[in-house]
């Protein structure tokens, strides 16, 4: 069974940086897309970024292009999130998701993943 475990988030101030980290079990993440959301309170989720299964493609929303990063770590088994310049409107609860499909296209619609991780919580204030 697929599982996946966030980590790395916290309280930081704006202009800081911060870097999540997706543990994954039971699967490759070398095989499928992989992707971060965020949902701050009150609000839907929103794709943040996706990292294409093979480092093929990347994509990025454009309230975050620039400042983030997404990227596989050292360890295969890790996919991680660099945050810069962070600013209170990124705040939120970050999820690490993998997509339905194996060799599957890179894309931040929620619709297209089914295994989720729990959450890590980042508090962007002064």
């Known amino acids: 069974q697929p599982q996946l475990v966030e980590s790395g988030g916290g309280l930081v101030q704006p202009g800081e940086s911060l870097q999540l980290t997706c543990s994954v079990s039971?699967?490759?993440?070398?095989?499928?897309?992989m992707a971060w959301f965020r949902q701050a309170p009150g609000k839907g989720r929103e794709g943040v970024s996706c990292?294409?299964?093979?480092?093929?493609?990347?994509d990025y929303a454009d309230s975050v292009k620039g400042r983030f990063s997404v990227s596989r770590g050292v360890a295969d088994n890790n996919v991680l999130l660099q945050m810069s310049n962070l600013k209170p409107e990124d705040s939120g609860v970050y999820f690490c998701?993998?997509?339905?499909?194996?060799?599957?296209?890179?894309?931040?619609?929620?619709?297209?993943?089914?295994?989720w991780g729990q959450g890590t919580r980042v508090t962007v204030s002064s």
């Open positions: 039971g699967f490759s993440p070398v095989y499928y897309t």
């Open positions: 990292l294409g299964h093979g480092h093929s493609a990347r």
């Open positions: 998701a993998r997509s339905r499909q194996s060799f599957g296209p890179c894309l931040l619609d929620e619709a297209e993943y089914n295994y």
